[in-house]
Structures are given as C-alpha cells and as structure tokens.
C-alpha cells in the first residue's frame, strides 16, 4: 500500500468521525476527494475519480456563498469535472464546468484580487463549450471576458500572455467563422504580443511563431498582400528552427512552411518554392513510420509537386518520380478507400504527361483507363468530378488524333458539355473547359466539312464568345479562323435568321482579331456585306449606316495607290446613295460624288469595273435632279449614261 493509499483510509476514518452536521465534515470530505484525485492521476481508475467528484459536490453543499472555503470547492469541483470531461466527453459535465466557473465569478467583484483568472477561467471553459457546441454566444462571451481580464492583467503581469494568447485563440475561432478582418487583425496584433513576451529561450516561442504565421497566412488568402505571406514564411522558418531533429512538434512545423511556400507558388510562380516544398515533403515523409497515417496523404502531394515541378521544367525524373508514387499511394488506398479516386485521378494525369512525351500507347491506354475508374468513384455531386470529366474528355481527345475514332471525339464533347456544366460562370477553372471544348468541337466541323451540324457551330461560336471574355490570350486568331469557316458555311444558306447568325459570327470574328491580323479586313467586308443586305431585306437604317461606318473603315485600310481602293470607293459609294436617297442629305451626296469620281480616275479606259463606276456616278446625278430639279445634274447624269453606253 502507497502513502496515498494510507491517507486516503486515514481520511476515510476521519470522516466517519466527521458525522453529518459535524462543523469539521466539510475540510474531511474536501481532503478525501482531494487525494482521491491524485490517485486517478497515477492509476487512472474512473472511480477515483468520480467518488472525488461526488465528495467535493457533498463539500460544497456544505460551503453556503458566505463560507471563506467556497471558492476553493469550487475550483477544486471544476477541475475534477474538467478532467472527467477531457476522459469521457460528457457534456453534462462541461456544462457543469461552466456553472461552477460562473459561480466562482460571482464571488470575484471588481477590485477582487481573483477576478482576473475567475474571467480567465470561465472564457477558456465557454471556448471548450463553443468547440463542442458551435454556439456563437459562448465565444462572444468569452472574447468579452478575456478582453476584461486582459485589462486587469496589465505589462509586466506574469499572467499577461495567458490572456494574450486565449483571447488571440478566441478572435482567430470567430473569424473563421465571420470573416470580420477586425477580429483576425486583432488577433494578429495579439500574438505579435504573445511574440514579444517569449523571449528566445523561452519554451513557448515557437508557437508563439506558428501563431502569428498562420494569422497573416489568412490574412494573406483574405487580402492577397504577398508582404503578408512573405512574413508568415519567415516566421514558419523560424519556429522550424527552434524545433530540431527530435522535437514532438517538428513535424507540425514542417507542414505549416510547407503550405505557406505552395500558396507563394501559386501566387508568384517561382520555382525556388516548389524546390523548397518538395524537399520540405520528403522531410515529413522521413519523419513518419512506414505505418503512420500521414504517410499516405504526403506520399501523395510529393507525387503531385513533383508532377507540377515537371509541368514546370519538364525533367523527366521528377515526372517518372511521380508515378512511382502515386503507385504507391494507390496500392494503399484500395476499393472502398475514400481516397482512392484521387490517386486515381493523379496517376492518370501523370500517364497522360508521359504519353504527350514519349508517345507511348501503353501510357495513353492506362491514362484512359485510370480517368474511367476515377469517374466511376465520383458520382454527381462529387467535388471532383468535373475535373475528371475534364481529364477523360483530354485523354479520348489524344486518342482521336493517335488513332482517328470519330466516336472517341463526340465522347470528349459530350465530356467537355458535362465538365462545363459543373464548371459554372465565375469559376476559374471554367476557361481551360472552354478552351479544350472550343478544340474538339472545331476538330468535329473541321472533320465533317459541310455536312457539319449547323447546331455546332452555333455552340462553338457561343463558347468562343465567353471564353474571349474571359481570356485575352494568344487563342483569339486562331478562334477567329474557325468561326470564319463557320461563316462560310452559312453563306449557304439566305434565310433572315442564318443572316443574323452571319452577323453575329461576323462580330465575333472582329472581337477576336487584333489589327494587323490578316483575316481583319476580310471580316470587315464579310460583316459589312451582311449588315447591308439586312438592311435590303429588312430596311433598318441603322443596319445601313453602320455599313456606311465599316465600309469608311476599309477605304481607311486601303490608302491610295492600293490596287483594291476602287473596288472599296464604288462600295462606298452605293452605300451613301442608300443613305442620300432615304434623308436627302447634301453631305451624303457631296461626299459620294467625290468618292465616284476618284473611283473613276483610278479606273483606266477598257477596266471593266469603269463602266459599274459610270452607272453609279450618273445615278447620283440622277437622284440629285429628281430631289432638286437642278438641269445641271441633269445634264451631268445624261453625260456620264452616254460615256457608259460607249464602253458597253
């Protein structure tokens, strides 16, 4: 029997010699329970532990508001209780908890020299209910109650960072649910003064670090300030070094540096992160057993940094790495793992890269294989599903080009269709969908020729549309080409809705080119052409006017002594008769008249289009007489009619 076994039957004794009503009971039952507690500390037997519990409840019920032992019955009942809670998960217990630390603050008025840590106590004890409950009410609570402590708790109190850092704890909680910068401000300001009161030997300055990192972390994703980031990575690497071979939470240290270099990556692209995240990886993976459970997940994103450093610079051991591991990674995440179709997914995207390389049908082949077992695991509503739907419809796209099976084409569209549908406007990601559409589908127009569906063009033209909208890139030309073959096609066809269509095409294809791209001017005079002929068939004068506008554009684009800008002067011309003839005014005809006649003197005697420019000046004149009755144009059109009838 130990020496506490002895004083607990001593104790005992004395309590039978402490009846009920007995003014010495209550010290007897707190001394019981009191060593009762240390035993559940050694052996950890429950009914230590709960007889403890039930003799400090019998205490203070012999302990009334007024008695000078509650508060020390109080805590004491609080801590036992605490300590069943963090054993079994009661939450009757963490309730009680609550209660008792309520209790005891109550007795702590201001002024009262144990009020700081009774605020201290009952805010860490609503942070705890709030963890296990979620209700906001419990953290606002407790961030006013470490507010009001930390007040008590001014410079130089050694209790100071205890408030710091809870207080700190409580402000990070709530803004991860709000999101109010004020409250991750705060809490950055916070741990920065948690920093400075851990001086370098101190044991708890490298969380201190860790804090204040993953605060501006955060900061930086809300804010995208790199300066933010940029810190958090030195304060990473600092905590990292105060926590060498050996220590418990090195592991911790590594993954934190790790996750802030990847977003410096993603964000600034440069490659001296990656380098460092991937040698940061492998540090982890010598840390863990061959059985930990972490094991498996870091396996997994060394894997895929190595595929993206390969993506990067193309060495081929960083890609051949990454198959290997993901092998790996799959073999340990088989039927049924819950991750298994991201192994899947991963590993089919390495094949693929291989295959773009090497050219190896095996790699295409597996590729395909592996992205259809992916899908089959990510049924609708899985998050991933839209990127293997994307990765099937790349790697049935290759397979067209390899192996020339239309129906492997329709399939990728049919991919492509479903991985949009899930890749909605405002997705970032939304754009490489559209772009990998855009190419089987003109692929699929491009095949079929002129028995093309009328149904894909329209589509095509739509996703070319949306995706020059959200990407100016160098795509736009070679968009502009296809939608121009497009156009082409439904020249075929004269109704007024296929003319709108042409239009919109012809807009499209204007939108895409940049000056100076050889198909510019061609789209100019396409588009132009069909804007006039709607207005002959509809009679809408904007539609003339804006013919009016381009055709100015591509007399522009044909300066004199261009071998065309008599052709282009005689459009011109035709276009502002229209005009003359609906308003009748004289900066129209004037302007026109002029346009003619240099469109005549550029056309030599025997030039067959100089007869045309002959019937188009003498019918200006010809307008203007009627409109005005003037003899002399009169005269000028009889002229012009007689010189034409000479070259006829």
């Not at 204040?212 to 990473?236: S, Y």
Request: glycine share 4%; with cysteine.
């Amino acid at each position: 029997m130990t020496n506490l076994d002895d004083r607990i039957v001593q104790n005992r004794k004395e309590l039978d010699r402490h009846p009920l009503g007995d003014a010495g009971r209550a010290a007897t039952l707190y001394k019981l329970a009191d060593n009762l507690k240390s035993r559940f500390a050694e052996l950890n037997e429950s009914a230590d532990l709960d007889e403890a519990i039930d003799l400090h409840r019998s205490a203070l019920n012999l302990r009334p508001a007024s008695h000078l032992d509650q508060p020390s019955s109080l805590r004491e009942l609080s801590a036992c209780l605490w300590k069943r809670y963090n054993n079994q998960n009661a939450t009757s217990d963490l309730e009680e908890v609550v209660s008792l630390n309520r209790a005891a603050l109550e007795l702590c008025p201001p002024n009262h020299s144990g009020r700081a840590n009774a605020l201290h106590n009952l805010a860490f004890y609503l942070k705890i209910r709030f963890v296990t409950l979620g209700e906001n009410a419990d953290l606002d609570e407790a961030i006013t109650l470490q507010r009001e402590a930390l007040d008590l708790r001014s410079e130089g109190n050694p209790d100071r960072s205890s408030s710091l850092y809870e207080l700190a704890v409580c402000l990070w909680k709530r803004y991860n649910i709000q999101k109010k910068m004020v409250d991750l401000e705060d809490a950055i300001l916070l741990n920065r003064a948690v920093l400075e009161l851990r001086p370098p030997d101190h044991p708890g300055r490298a969380a201190a670090f860790h804090n204040v990192a993953d605060n501006l972390k955060a900061k930086f994703v809300a804010l995208g300030e790199n300066a933010d980031l940029d810190e958090a990575i030195t304060l990473h690497q600092s905590g990292l070094d105060l926590r060498p071979e050996g220590h418990p939470y090195r592991l911790s240290s590594l993954n934190d540096l790790a996750g802030c270099l990847w977003k410096r990556y993603n964000s600034q692209g440069t490659i001296s992160d990656l380098d460092e995240v991937i040698f940061l990886n492998r540090a982890v993976l010598e840390l863990y057993s061959p059985n930990h459970p972490g094991r498996v997940s870091t396996l997994h994103i060394l894997a895929n940094n190595l595929r993206i450093r390969f993506e990067e610079l193309g060495n081929s051991a960083d890609l051949e790495e990454a198959i290997t591991l993901h092998r790996v990674v799959l073999d340990l995440r088989p039927a049924g793992h819950s991750n298994r179709s991201s192994s899947l997914h991963e590993l089919a995207v390495c094949c693929l890269h291989r295959y773009k390389k090497q050219a190896t049908m095996s790699d295409l082949e597996e590729a395909f294989l592996l992205n259809q077992a992916a899908l089959n695991l990510r049924s609708s509503g899985h998050f991933g599903r839209a990127a293997t739907l994307y990765n099937l419809a790349d790697t049935l796209r290759i397979r067209f080009i390899a192996l020339g099976q239309n129906a492997e084409l329709d399939e990728a569209i049919t991919f492509h269709r479903q991985a949009l549908d899930l890749r909605p406007a405002g997705q970032s990601v939304r754009s490489t969908s559209l772009k990998s559409f855009v190419d089987c589908l003109s692929s699929r127009i491009e095949e079929q020729g002129a028995a093309a569906n009328l149904d894909d063009s329209v589509t095509l033209n739509q996703a070319i549309m949306e995706l020059y909208h959200l990407d100016h890139s160098g795509h736009a030309t070679s968009f502009s080409t296809v939608l121009h073959h497009i156009r082409e096609r439904l020249e075929q066809l004269d109704t007024r809705a296929d003319l709108d269509e042409r239009i919109l095409l012809g807009r499209a294809i204007l939108a895409l080119c940049k000056p100076g791209d050889p198909i510019r001017t061609t789209a100019l005079l396409c588009l132009t052409s069909d804007i006039f002929r709607r207005f002959q068939m509809v009679g809408t004068i904007t539609d003339l006017q804006e013919a009016v506008k381009f055709a100015r554009v591509i007399l522009g684009l044909h300066p004199p002594g261009s071998p065309d800008r008599a052709m282009h002067l005689n459009t011109l011309v035709i276009y502002l008769r229209e005009l003359f003839d609906k308003f009748g005014e004289a900066g129209d005809y004037n302007g026109a008249v002029f346009l003619a006649r240099e469109a005549l003197e550029l056309l030599q005697a025997g030039d067959p289009d100089r007869v045309p420019s002959l019937r188009e000046l003498a019918s200006f004149f010809s307008v203007k007489f009627r409109k005005d009755g003037n003899l002399d144009d009169l005269e000028g059109a009889i002229k012009l009619r007689r010189d034409e009838i000479e070259l006829s």
